[in-house]
């Protein structure tokens, strides 16, 4: 039974790769920069995309991929900013993988855009497991999850190429100090950029 277990593991990962493959080739074709964010719900991954997305605009378009169990809120809020958004709602996966992102990509005008964020499915622990094509993965974590999150969840701060820390402004209500996540974070990853909002 466990042998079986692992060569199915084995080819769902072998699928995943050759579509990564296949983005990361389409997003270098086009030039357009692919990140990958991820966090747990409620993170405020969504609330981070509405800040930063216009300000990367002056660099090129950008859009977002929005990946949600079910509803299009999310997708919804970040469009009526004027964000570009394209929702993927996954009925229950617990992450995106590489051949839904490949197909969502094709769906979008690449030529116009020059960054695309791919918002994961709310959640630490798959969406770190697959690469997807894209130039690197973005942890974002609040202060109201505990400072402890990076030591329990160490496999996204390790592959993150950077990290956010968000909901800063909630700190005088809670006994969490931003200095000591980030120091966990860096015990993770001693390189990773930190940006705290």
Same mark, same amino acid.
């Given at each position: 039974?466990?042998?079986?277990?692992?060569?199915?593991?084995?080819?769902?990962?072998?699928?995943?790769?050759?579509?990564?493959?296949?983005?990361?080739?389409?997003?270098?074709?086009?030039?357009?920069?692919?990140?990958?964010?991820?966090?747990?719900?409620?993170?405020?991954?969504?609330?981070?995309?509405?800040?930063?997305?216009?300000?990367?605009?002056?660099?090129?378009?950008?859009?977002?991929?929005?990946?949600?169990?079910?509803?299009?809120?999310?997708?919804?809020? =970040?469009?009526?900013?004027?964000?570009? @958004?394209?929702?993927?709602? +996954?009925?229950?996966?617990? /992450? #995106?993988?590489?051949? $839904?992102?490949?197909?969502?990509?094709?769906?979008?005008?690449?030529?116009?855009?020059?960054?695309?964020?791919?918002?994961?499915?709310?959640?630490?622990?798959?969406?770190?497991?697959?690469?997807?094509?894209?130039?690197?993965?973005?942890?974002?974590?609040?202060?109201?999850?505990?400072?402890?999150?990076?030591?329990?969840?160490?496999? =996204?701060?390790?592959?993150?190429?950077? @990290?956010?820390?968000?909901? +800063?402004?909630?700190?005088? /209500? #809670?006994?969490?100090? $931003?200095?000591?996540?980030?120091?966990?974070?860096?015990?993770?990853?001693?390189?990773?950029?930190?940006?705290?909002?």
């Amino acid at each position: 039974m466990s042998k079986l277990s692992v060569k199915i593991y084995h080819n769902i990962m072998s699928a995943n790769e050759e579509w990564a493959l296949k983005t990361r080739r389409l997003v270098a074709e086009k030039k357009v920069r692919l990140w990958n964010l991820i966090g747990s719900p409620g993170s405020g991954k969504t609330a981070l995309l509405e800040r930063l997305c216009p300000l990367l605009d002056t660099y090129g378009r950008v859009a977002v991929l929005e990946g949600d169990v079910e509803t299009a809120h999310d997708a919804e809020r =970040l469009a009526a900013l004027g964000i570009q @958004a394209h929702q993927i709602v +996954t009925g229950g996966a617990c /992450h #995106l993988g590489a051949e $839904v992102i490949y197909k969502a990509l094709v769906e979008l005008e690449l030529n116009e855009i020059g960054t695309v964020f791919v918002e994961n499915v709310g959640n630490l622990v798959c969406p770190s497991e697959f690469d997807i094509g894209e130039m690197g993965k973005i942890a974002a974590v609040s202060v109201t999850e505990g400072e402890d999150k990076p030591l329990k969840y160490p496999k =996204l701060f390790r592959e993150a190429k950077a @990290a956010v820390i968000t909901k +800063t402004d909630l700190l005088p /209500h #809670l006994q969490v100090n $931003v200095d000591h996540y980030r120091d966990n974070i860096r015990q993770v990853n001693p390189d990773i950029p930190v940006f705290i909002t």
